[in-house]
């Protein structure tokens, strides 16, 4: 059966029970490779035709519950991962662009700066999503990135796909900012990573939400560790003060589905995609139990 009949045989279900079944919102947060672990969980509900009323993805996450929500099967997602996740289609700068670190007076330096400049990744997203937008998915998507001056958290559910996700996974210092609607867009991690806060928004009964620990470091060698470090130590506590402030309220459930990932994993650890999805649904498998036990007892007054 495929996502398509899957929703369309839902939705007229809910014609004849309206809000006899849950509002389930499906969160992917940030990660970068590890959030490939996703397409395990999505696979697990898939099987299971569990089918979420929303996609919310920040940073990574954007990526695959973006691809999921135009309708892809979970079990062809690894196969267009794989063509997409290639070494060249990052390698994409200039030199011109690391002379700024040098001569930033020199060479204009400003908030646009990024060692990767994102064009030949973003054509990668239009080639497959080919000028699809937020109006276009089977499952209401969205997409969470972050304002680089302001810091606030912006939710994006309009205009093109494509950009979006490009939006959403800009890293500071080695993506360039991509500018959308007049705002200077930067990683949604910055300032949102585990957005379980937009499902809330969105009115969702249920949440499915899959977060990812950033790598944090015992020895630092370099000024790029140094960096990661420090953007590790932030995001986490950030995902961890953010999940503990919304288990507080009761008039919705929230499960969490952490992925155990022992060891690093670098950007291009393309050999262990099999795994981190393997990762990915064994966890969710464990929480299948409680995510099917909420959805049969729910209570439409709650």
């Known amino acids: ?36 672990a996703s397409i395990g969980m999505l696979q ?19 990526l695959f519950g973006a691809v999921y929500a135009v309708g ?6 690894e196969e267009l991962v794989l063509s997409m996740w290639k070494k060249r289609e990052f390698q994409d700068f200039k030199y011109r662009d690391l002379i700024k670190m040098f001569f930033p ?36 998507l969205q997409i969470v990135a972050t304002d680089f001056f302001s810091g606030e958290a912006v939710v994006l559910d309009q205009g093109g796909i494509a950009e979006a996700i490009r939006a959403s996974i800009g890293i500071p210092g080695f993506f360039q900012p991509k500018k959308i609607d007049g705002k200077t867009l930067i990683d949604g991690g910055v300032s949102d990573p585990l957005p379980i806060d937009v499902a809330i928004r969105y009115g969702a009964d249920i949440i499915i939400a899959m977060g990812f620990e950033t790598p944090t470091y015992t020895t630092i060698d370099s000024p790029v560790k140094l960096l990661l470090h420090l953007t590790g130590l932030s995001s986490n506590n950030l995902m961890i003060a953010n ?10 459930e929230i499960i969490m589905v952490y ?20 990762i990915g649904a064994a966890e969710t498998e464990k929480e299948l139990q409680n995510i099917q036990s909420a959805i049969e007892h729910f209570d439409a007054q709650n």
């Open 1 to 36: 059966m495929t996502l398509h009949s899957m929703q369309v045989n839902i939705e007229a279900q809910d014609m004849q029970t309206e809000r006899q079944r849950p509002r389930i919102a499906l969160v992917i947060g940030s990660g970068g490779i590890k959030c490939l």
């Open 44 to 62: 697990v509900l898939h099987r299971e035709q569990i089918v979420p009323d929303v996609i919310i993805g920040s940073s990574g996450g954007s």
């Open 72 to 77: 892809e099967d979970p079990k062809r997602i």
């Open 105 to 140: 007076k020199l060479f204009r330096y400003n908030e646009m700066f990024g060692l990767i400049r994102g064009d030949r990744i973003e054509r990668v997203f239009h080639n497959y999503f080919q000028g699809k937008t937020f109006a276009d998915t089977v499952i209401p």
């Open 243 to 252: 999940h503990a402030m919304h288990t507080m309220a009761h008039h919705y």
């Open 259 to 278: 992925p155990e990932l022992q060891g690093e994993f670098h950007f291009f650890d393309i050999e262990k995609i099999p795994d981190l999805i393997r």
